[in-house]
């Protein structure tokens, strides 16, 4: 099974970005479909992008919608999350996910099997 580990959160003032990482390990990240979501406190689960195994189809929030780029990297095996122009509610642990059952463009946190253990970003006003 793989495992996932995300890095790149911090603390960054309005307007700035952030590029998150999550990096996996045990098997190769190609073969899987792939989620960011985030969590804010008192705040259930939301999604914010998604991507294909093959990388040709990709789906955005509303919210982070021309703000937020998913790329992966399969020799580094590795999916990033280009977020710019943050906001202050943008605030949030934000995970990661995989699913290797279903390769298309997972919306909901349920279609995913894997998880990593989440970073924090924060968005100072």
């Known amino acids: 099974q793989v495992q996932l580990v995300e890095s790149g959160g911090g603390l960054v003032q309005a307007g700035g970005s952030l590029r998150l990482s999550c990096a996996a390990s045990?098997?190769?990240?190609?073969?899987?479909?792939m989620g960011w979501f985030r969590q804010a406190p008192g705040k259930e689960r939301e999604f914010v992008v998604a991507?294909?195994?093959?990388?040709?189809?990709?789906y955005y929030a509303d919210s982070v919608k021309g703000r937020a780029t998913i790329s992966r990297d399969n020799a580094k095996n590795t999916v990033y999350l280009q977020m710019n122009s943050l906001k202050p509610e943008d605030t949030a642990v934000y995970y990661c996910?995989?699913?290797?059952?279903?390769?298309?463009?997972?919306?909901?946190?349920?279609?995913?099997?894997?998880w990593g253990q989440g970073t924090q970003v924060t968005v100072s006003s």
């Open positions: 991507i294909s195994r093959s990388g040709g189809r990709t």
């Open positions: 996910a995989a699913e290797s059952r279903n390769l298309g463009v997972l919306l909901h946190p349920d279609e995913y099997h894997y």
């Open positions: 045990g098997r190769t990240l190609s073969t899987y479909a």
